[in-house]
């Protein structure tokens, strides 16, 4: 029997700082199974589950949804994959969101991409997303091969509801009042690792550099420094 090292990893920065296309590059590099809070609550809405539909105003509003509520569902999500690494995306968002993450698991690694929100605001209201995969396009930085389709299914891209100016403005606010102390819990416990930056490819060599040296060889990764 071969022992495998499961790695557990979270990705924290401000709506818009580029937590989903990096972890796009972190999934194929490593090889780590990602799960993202914002993918899991867009796709309950899209199938008009009890869930999404209760979320719905809540997150176009650009309000975090309750605490009990995403740690319930993002548990679960990891119950189902505890032997595989991970990387968790949007999730926790909250002190109180952590210590239910803390109390299943202890997680090995935070990245925290740190991009200031005067960067931010232009991003979101040109990104373009497929909703049924989470693939994130933006019509100046990654553009479609087609406008408004997805590369890989040829289906059509939407825009979110809560990427509105004014949205992100409430949500850059929530940010800083609910989720930058999520980063001091995490400080304080030894694994932050800040990556700081206003655009994403000279963010990420650091990060999958990092990442490289960080992740055992038997966790799963391909440890593919170089590559993407
Ligand atoms: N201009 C620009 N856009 C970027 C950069 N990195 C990511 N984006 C785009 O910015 C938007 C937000 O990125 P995303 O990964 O969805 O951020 P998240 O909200 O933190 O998950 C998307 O439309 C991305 O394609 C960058 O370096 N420059
Ligand atoms: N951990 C969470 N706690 C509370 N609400 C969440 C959480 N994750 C996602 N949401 C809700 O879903 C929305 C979109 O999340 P997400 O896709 O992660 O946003 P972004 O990529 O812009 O940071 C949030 O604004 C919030 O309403």
Redesign the pocket.
Known sequence: MVLRTVFRAVIM?????G??TVSDRITKSFGLKHI????I??TNIEAKTELGLL?KS??D???????D???RL?LSNLRNIEQSSWLL??????VS?AESLESVCNVDTVINLNVPFVTIKDR?TSRWVHLASGRVYNTHFNPPTVPGIDDVTGEALTQ?D??TPDTVTR?LK??EHQTQPVLEYYRSKGVLETFSGTETNKIWPHVQAFLARKIPSSSGGQAAAGKN
């Open positions: 920065g401000p709506p818009g700082s937590k989903g993202s809070s914002g993918d609550l867009r979320m809540c997150i509003q650009g309000q975090l949804v309750p605490d509520v995403i740690s993002i995306d949007g999730f926790p968002r909250t969101q979101l979110r809560d990427d949500r929530g940010y």
